[in-house]
């Protein structure tokens, strides 16, 4: 089993849906949890990170769930540009650090 | 604030050859620094972690020797490619992580070797 699971998708959607995805993880030991974006050909970005309380950043809706290992980010009103691979990833306290990130989630955003 | 860059954005070798990539953070210090290879459709596998002064921690798998790391102060960390073949071929990202743990992702190295 993958320490990070996300479904790989793709999410094709209309311009102003919203959309939601979701991740799983493995290891209960995590300690820090984020979203990050990827575009094609590109590095990934930080879109925002995952608090236990909930967090909130225009359009971006990151949830953490520790009981159930489970993380979410929900978009609104979906734009052309948020159209990217979104990546669930997970840091556990140990040696390094280490990030490991989830296989991504693809979303297109069609008009 | 918290800019990471990478030299080269893209390189063509033969294979055999040894290829040099670089990463620098820019407006912050980075003890720890990080090198990820993603392959086509993949996601990032962490490769090692570099740490300033002391010697790289490999993940499992990847064999120390082929891939040089050295981190030789707070702002660059080079990763060597020695005897590239063909199956190395694959986008190299490096991160530096900052003070708040935040890791920061340089712009990727796109490395084929023919």
């Known amino acids: 089993r993958k320490e990070v699971e996300q479904d790989p998708g793709p999410f094709n959607v209309p311009e102003g849906a919203t959309v939601a995805f979701n991740c799983t993880y493995s290891?209960?030991?995590?300690?820090?949890f984020f979203w990050y974006r990827q575009d094609c050909r590109k590095e990934p970005k930080l879109l925002m990170s995952?608090?236990?309380s909930g967090n909130e950043d225009g359009r971006f809706t990151a949830q953490l769930n520790r009981a159930s290992q489970y993380i979410s980010l929900l978009i609104r009103d979906s734009k052309l540009s948020d159209s990217a691979t979104y990546l669930c990833?997970?840091?556990?306290?140990?040696?390094?650090?280490?990030?490991?990130f989830g296989g991504g989630t693809r979303l297109m955003v069609k008009p | 604030g918290a800019v990471v860059s990478q030299h080269p954005s893209w390189v063509i070798c033969k294979s055999g050859t040894s290829v040099k990539i670089e990463c620098r953070s820019l407006?912050?210090?980075?003890?720890?620094m990080f090198w990820y290879r993603q392959f086509p459709k993949q996601s990032l596998m962490l490769m090692a972690t570099?740490?300033?002064?002391?010697?790289?921690?490999?993940e499992q798998g990847v064999e120390k020797d082929k891939f040089l790391i050295n981190h030789a102060s707070l702002t660059l960390s080079t990763l060597t490619v020695t005897s590239a073949h063909p199956e190395d071929s694959s986008f190299y990202i490096c991160?530096?992580?900052?003070?708040?743990?935040?890791?920061?992702f340089g712009p990727g190295t796109r490395l084929t070797v023919l």
């Open positions: 991160s530096a992580e900052n003070r708040g743990n935040e890791q920061f």
């Open positions: 290891n209960s030991a995590s300690q820090s």
């Open positions: 995952v608090y236990s």
């Open positions: 990833v997970v840091k556990s306290m140990g040696a390094g650090n280490m990030l490991t």
């Open positions: 407006d912050f210090q980075a003890t720890t």
């Open positions: 570099s740490n300033e002064g002391s010697k790289a921690t490999y």
